[in-house]
């Protein structure tokens, strides 16, 4: 299996611009969680789905970021417009079960 | 309101000695703490766990011990390599069963 990918793996945009981020998880992985990389919060849960349904969005930080999941081996995070506040490291994972976790390599996300 | 803390953002060390990551939670309900690793331009990987009905769990040079009552839990390498050197991230299993992360603290092993 070639793990959870990512793409792209960087990102360059101009503030104001739309953004989307895309994630395939591992095959046979019920569980796909979206996480922020930040300095100051270390890694912050953004979104999760179980089985394609958006379980607990608590995490995503303002009505500009939505998540999608339209099949089990694909899903979409997306930002619009987009702010250099929002530059950061967006990780996807993957899981059979909760807590057992498998990411990707990220998507370097930097908003001029 | 960050639940997992690690308060050291970096810790360096010589190789061959012990490095010790710390890291606390605010959730006395937390009964599951993983360790990943992380190195510059992947994803975290899982490293070690332990079950909040243990109070040390050991993997080859890893050790993770938890202290309930003070809800603090570390990490110990020992020997420490350079091949450590990368960012470690504590995290807790939520009531919810969702990971919370702390902060990361970077590893620097010096040869």
């Known amino acids: 299996d070639a793990g959870v990918i990512q793409s792209p793996r960087h990102e360059v945009t101009e503030m104001g611009q739309e953004v989307t981020l895309r994630c395939k998880p591992i095959?046979?992985?019920?569980?796909l969680f979206w996480y922020r990389q930040t300095m100051m919060r270390g890694l912050e849960l953004l979104i999760y789905?179980?089985?394609?349904?958006?379980?607990?969005d608590s995490g995503m930080p303002e009505d500009r970021f939505s998540a999608k999941m339209p099949n089990a081996s694909f899903s979409t995070l997306k930002i619009q417009p987009s702010e250099p506040r929002d530059s950061a490291v967006y990780f996807c994972?993957?899981?059979?079960?909760?807590?057992?976790?498998?990411f990707g390599s990220g998507t370097r996300l930097t908003v001029v | 309101d960050q639940q997992v803390k690690q308060n050291s953002p970096s810790l360096s060390v010589q190789e061959g000695r012990i490095s010790i990551l710390n890291c606390d939670y605010t959730?006395?309900?937390?009964?599951?703490f993983l360790w990943y690793k992380k190195y510059p331009a992947e994803g975290p990987t899982f490293l070690i766990s332990?079950?909040?009905?243990?109070d040390k769990n050991e993997d080859g040079r890893f050790t993770v011990f938890l202290n309930k009552s003070a809800k603090h839990l570390s990490l110990h390498i020992v020997p420490s390599q350079p091949g450590d050197s990368a960012v470690y991230f504590c995290?807790?299993?939520?009531?919810?069963?969702?990971?919370?992360f702390g902060q990361g603290t970077t590893l620097q092993v010096k040869p």
């Open positions: 995290a807790a299993v939520s009531n919810t069963g969702k990971l919370i």
């Open positions: 095959s046979g992985h019920d569980y």
């Open positions: 959730n006395s309900m937390f009964d599951y």
């Open positions: 994972a993957s899981s059979p079960s909760l807590g057992g976790y498998t």
């Open positions: 332990i079950s909040s009905i243990k």
């Open positions: 789905f179980n089985n394609n349904v958006p379980i607990d």
